[in-house]
Nanobody
Framework: QLVESGGGLVQPGGSLRLSCVAS????????MSWYRQAPGKERELVAT????????IYADSAKGRFTIARDNGEDTVTLQMNSLTSEDTAVYYC????????????WGRGTQVTVSS
């Protein structure tokens, strides 16, 4: 199970920190990602961090503004989002995929992020 938190309403230029707490599986064996889906658009990958935290990947839209991190001792993954714009408004989803068995995956239910003045 993955449970996201930290979404909300923020003004343009502001920051938010999303958190995702995992339970029910061996968190340290899963690559973790944040996806987002804006109204009328397809779900898109925002950032990924590998199971041991050694590598990160960012969408072009997130580079330089967002930071993904994980704590395998606390079974959490976070997404620090800075310099937010209206284009970042979306439901943000936490996703986990096993690092060896890609068929094993989990999705959270999402948290709404709205960037508006």
């Amino acid at each position: 199970q993955l449970v996201e938190s930290g979404g909300g309403l923020v003004q343009p230029g502001g920051s938010l920190r999303l958190s995702c707490v995992a339970s029910g599986f061996v968190f340290s064996q899963y690559d973790m990602s944040w996806y987002r889906q804006a109204p009328g658009k397809e779900r898109e990958l925002v950032a990924t961090i590998t199971s041991a935290g050694e590598n990160t990947i960012y969408a072009d839209s997130a580079k330089g503004r967002f930071t993904i991190a994980r704590d395998n001792g606390e079974d959490t993954v976070t997404l620090q989002m800075n310099s937010l714009t209206s284009e970042d408004t979306a439901v943000y989803y936490c996703h986990g995929r096993h690092n060896n068995y890609s068929i094993l995956e989990f999705w959270g239910r999402g948290t709404q992020v709205t960037v508006s003045s």
